[in-house]
C-alpha cells in the first residue's frame, strides 16, 4: 500500500499524541480522510456543518482540560477542506481564541502551482488563504512539500499548547496529500512547549505586597481555570484569608460553597465594588476585560496585581503590577506567610452575598432562579454543561454553581450556536453532557442532531423556546423601547428530534427539572424543550451612568 501524504499527516498526529480527530470531508482533502480511513488507531468524529465542527473541537478539548487539567494538553484536531469549508470555521476559531481553546485547524489548499495569489481558477481558489487566519488563530504553517508536514504539525502542536493555549492553523495543498510519500513512517514526533515562567523580581514584589495587605482579594479568571489550579488558589486564599471572586470564564477554579468563595456576580455592583475596595487585588488569568469589569465601571482604588500567559492583555484595561506567566507557575513561586482566621474575610462574603441576595428579591425574577436551581439539581455530578448565548446562560454565567458541574460558554467571543456542538464534542470524550440552547441559536446547530444520532453521543439538549432572539429583544427594548428583527418562526423542535430518530418532550417550567433529570439518566441524545420567556436582571453598570 503506498504511503502518501495525507499518512503523513496522521502518522505525525498520532506520535503527537491524537486519538481522535473531528473532520469534514472535501475534494482537496481527500488524501487525508483516505488516511485517517487506514488509521485504526484515530477515531474520526463527522459534523454536518464546518462551524459547528471546529466549535465540536472546542468543546472536546475543553471536556479534557476540566476532567484532568494537569495533564497533556489535549491539543485536538479539526479537519476541513479548502476555502469555504475553511472559511466556514473562522467564527468557531474565534471563540477557541477569546477562551484559550487549544485547537490545532488542518486545511488543505489547492496545489501547489495554484499558492502565491494568481488567478489559476482552481475549485475553492482564494489569493490568500491563510491571510484570513492570521488575526484570528495563535499561528498560521503553510505546507509545500511532505517533508515540512512534520515540522510544521509540530510547531503548531507547540504554539496551541503553549500557555496562553488556542488555535492554530495548518495549510497541505491537495497534490501533497496525494502525492507518495518517500519519508519512513514516523513514530517518534514530541511537542515541548516552553514554560512561561514569572520573572523572580516580579515574584518577590507580588509576595511583598500581599503579605503586606489588610483586606487582599482575589480575581480568578479563565487562565487559572485552564492552569489547574484549583488546589494551589484554595491553600493561597486560606494562607491570605483573601476572598476569591471567579470571572464567568473561571467559574469553577475555585470551590462554589467555600467559606472564602465570593462567587461571580460580576454584573452586580456590589461585587464591583468589592473588588475596587480591596488594598490588593490579585488578577489571576483574567484580562479584566469587559465583563469581568462589569462594563469598564470597576475602579480599583488600591493595588492590582496582574498574573496572564496572553501578553496582549497584560495592564490593557488597567495599571497594575504585570506579570506575564502561567498562573500555576507564578503560584508555585509565590511566597506568602499565613494568617490567622479572624473572621473577617468570611463576614465580607457572606455580607456581599446577603446584598446580591437581597438585590434579586427587589426584582421580579422568581421564575428565572427557580429555573437555574432546577436545572443545577437534575444535573448528576460528572456531567459537562455547555450554553449557547441565550438568557439561561446569562443567569448561568453568574449562579451556576459549577462543583461537580463544570460550565463551558461561549462568552468569549459571543457568537451563536455553541452549545450543541460544543456539547457533541465534549460527549466524544465518553463524558455526559447537556446542552442548552434558545430557539434563536439552536437554529444554528438542527443538523447536528443527526450528528448527535450517527455517533451515539451522550447529549441532552434543553431547547428554551421564547419565540426570537431573547437577549436582544431585552437590548433593544430597554434602549429604543421596542424591539425588531428579534421574532422568529420556528419548527416544532419535539417532532423535528423525533424525526432525526432522537427522544424529545416538551416541558414545562414546573416539569423541566424531573424531565431533564429523566433525559440525562438515558444513554444516547434527546432533547427537552421548554416554551419560556425569560427575563435578565438589571443591568447595574447602566444604572450607575
Do not use: C
Not at 519512513?184 to 503586606?212: F, G, I, N
Amino acid at each position: 500500500m503506498t504511503r502518501i501524504g495525507g499518512d503523513v499527516v496522521v502518522e505525525t498526529l498520532r506520535a503527537l499524541g491524537a486519538d481522535t480527530v473531528f473532520g469534514l470531508p472535501g475534494q482537496h482533502a481527500l488524501g487525508l480522510f483516505e488516511a485517517l480511513r487506514r488509521a485504526d488507531d484515530v477515531r474520526v468524529v463527522s459534523s454536518r456543518v464546518e462551524n459547528n465542527l471546529a466549535f465540536a473541537a472546542d468543546g472536546f478539548a475543553r471536556a479534557r482540560l476540566a476532567a484532568d487539567p494537569r495533564g497533556p494538553v489535549p491539543v485536538t484536531p479539526m479537519i476541513v477542506s479548502t476555502g469555504p469549508g475553511a472559511l466556514l470555521t473562522l467564527a468557531s476559531l474565534q471563540e477557541s481564541r477569546a477562551a484559550s481553546v487549544p485547537v490545532l485547524g488542518i486545511s488543505s489548499q489547492i496545489p501547489v502551482a495554484g499558492l502565491g495569489g494568481g488567478r489559476h481558477g482552481y475549485l475553492h481558489e482564494l489569493p490568500d488563504q491563510q491571510a484570513s487566519f492570521r488575526d484570528v488563530v495563535k499561528s498560521v504553517h503553510v505546507v509545500r512539500t511532505a517533508g515540512q508536514i512534520p515540522t510544521a504539525l509540530r510547531e503548531a502542536w507547540t504554539a496551541a499548547a503553549t500557555a496562553p493555549y488556542g488555535p492554530v492553523w495548518v495549510e497541505i495543498p491537495q497534490d501533497v496529500l496525494l502525492a507518495p510519500a518517500s519519508l519512513p513512517p514516523l513514530h517518534d514526533v514530541t511537542a515541548t512547549p516552553v514554560p512561561l515562567e514569572p520573572l523572580p523580581e516580579l515574584v518577590a514584589e507580588a509576595s511583598r505586597l500581599l503579605a503586606a495587605a489588610e483586606n487582599p482579594v482575589i480575581l480568578a479568571g479563565g487562565g487559572a481555570l485552564r492552569s489547574g489550579v484549583r488546589a494551589e488558589l484554595q491553600a493561597l486564599a486560606e494562607a491570605l484569608r483573601a476572598p476569591v471572586v471567579s470571572t464567568f470564564g473561571g467559574k469553577g477554579v475555585f470551590p462554589w460553597n467555600h467559606e472564602l468563595s465570593a462567587r461571580s456576580w460580576l454584573e452586580d455592583w456590589h461585587t464591583t465594588e468589592f473588588l475596587a475596595g480591596a488594598d490588593v487585588l490579585l488578577v489571576l488569568g483574567s484580562g479584566l476585560g469587559e465583563l469581568s469589569s462589569n462594563y469598564r465601571e470597576f475602579a480599583p482604588r488600591g493595588r492590582v496585581i496582574q498574573v496572564e500567559a496572553d501578553l496582549g492583555k497584560l495592564e490593557s484595561n488597567y495599571p497594575a503590577l504585570g506579570i506575564h506567566a502561567d498562573v500555576r507557575l507564578f503560584l508555585r513561586a509565590l511566597e506568602v506567610p499565613p494568617r490567622t482566621a479572624d473572621g473577617r474575610a468570611e463576614a465580607a462574603v457572606e455580607d456581599l452575598l446577603a446584598r446580591v441576595e437581597s438585590r434579586l428579591d427587589s426584582q421580579n425574577l422568581a421564575a428565572e432562579r427557580k429555573l437555574v436551581d432546577d436545572l443545577r439539581a437534575a444535573v448528576p455530578d460528572g456531567t459537562q454543561t455547555f450554553w449557547d448565548m441565550t438568557i439561561a446562560a446569562y443567569w448561568a454565567w453568574s449562579a451556576w454553581q459549577p462543583d461537580g458541574a463544570p460550565i463551558h460558554t461561549a462568552q468569549g467571543a459571543g457568537g451563536l450556536g455553541y452549545g450543541l456542538p460544543g456539547a457533541l464534542g465534549a460527549a466524544a470524550t465518553g463524558i455526559p453532557t447537556l446542552a442548552v440552547s434558545g430557539d434563536g441559536g439552536a437554529m444554528y446547530g438542527l443538523a447536528e442532531l443527526a450528528t448527535a444520532k450517527q455517533h451515539g453521543l451522550d447529549v441532552t439538549w434543553l431547547v428554551i423556546d421564547d419565540g426570537g432572539y431573547g437577549i436582544l429583544r431585552e437590548y433593544l427594548t430597554g434602549a429604543f423601547g421596542e424591539t425588531s428583527a428579534t421574532e422568529l418562526a420556528r419548527p416544532d423542535f419535539v417532532a423535528l428530534a423525533k424525526s432525526f430518530g432522537v427522544p424529545a418532550v416538551l416541558s414545562t417550567p414546573d416539569s423541566v427539572g424531573a424531565d431533564l433529570a429523566k433525559a440525562l439518566r438515558t444513554p444516547g441524545p434527546s432533547v427537552v424543550v421548554l416554551p419560556a420567556v425569560l427575563k435578565m436582571f438589571a443591568p447595574t453598570h447602566l444604572e450607575r451612568r
